[in-house]
T-cell receptor, first 111, second 117 residues
């Protein structure tokens, strides 16, 4: 059974601080996605990474896919209150057509 | 371009009643996925459908749950004889035709929050 563990589970920080969220598995994934979900809404896709070692930047967000494609990280620089939400990683496996979602990291950025 | 639509947004059912959740995918998308999310948890895959076909229902309970995606109209997730444990947020996501690569982008709807009393 493929599992994706995210850490930390909860994170509360002050505006302007940096943070890193991790997504780990013992399984290899062919692709990995990161989503942000706000209360009462569906997840919104932030990025898809498909190559081991790949790094993608989206403004203040930096995403990295591990070399072995078993883990990923999301780093946020100078966090803002608008970054508050539930961050979910999701791993895809070739040929199965479905994504396995991680346990989520709930981030709160205080003004 | 309208996004993924789900209705109703909130649904209250008494134990034993039926719940019907609807999902209209984005225009041009022929793949639909249903997920369930319990409070404070991540999303659990339930079923993957293409038009008129169920491709993978490995995450859907064998009893009381069914899903369809007809040639015309929205995808429907149907829960018969609901129980309190069915209370959750149900999300659908749509994706365009899958290409040669294994990765694809799925777009989520706002969800239906089912409460069973």
């Amino acid at each position: 059974t493929q599992l994706l563990e995210q850490s930390p589970q909860f994170l509360s920080i002050q505006e302007g601080e940096n943070l890193t969220v991790y997504c780990n598995s013992s399984s290899v994934f062919s692709s990995l996605q990161w989503y942000r979900q706000e209360p009462g809404e569906g997840p919104v896709l932030l990025v898809t990474v498909v190559t081991g070692g790949e790094v993608k930047k989206l403004k203040r967000l930096t995403f990295q896919f591990g070399d072995a494609r078993k883990d990923s990280s999301l780093h946020i620089t100078a966090a803002q209150p608008g970054d508050t939400g539930l961050y979910l990683c999701a791993g895809g496996t070739s040929g199965t057509y479905k994504y396995i979602f991680g346990t989520g990291t709930r981030l709160k950025v205080l003004a | 371009n309208a996004g993924v639509m789900q209705n109703p947004r909130h649904l209250v059912r008494r134990r034993g009643q039926e719940a019907r959740l609807r999902c209209s995918p984005m225009k041009g998308h022929s793949h639909v996925y249903w997920y369930r999310q319990l409070p404070e948890e991540g999303l659990k895959f339930m079923v993957y459908l293409q038009k008129e076909n169920i491709i993978d229902e490995s995450g859907m309970p064998k009893e009381r749950f069914s899903a369809e995606f007809p040639k015309e109209g929205p995808s429907i997730l149907r829960i018969q004889q609901v129980v309190r444990g069915d209370s959750a947020a149900y999300f659908c996501a749509s994706a365009p035709r899958l290409g040669q690569e294994s990765s694809y982008e799925q777009y989520f709807g706002p969800g239906t929050r089912l409460t069973v009393t």
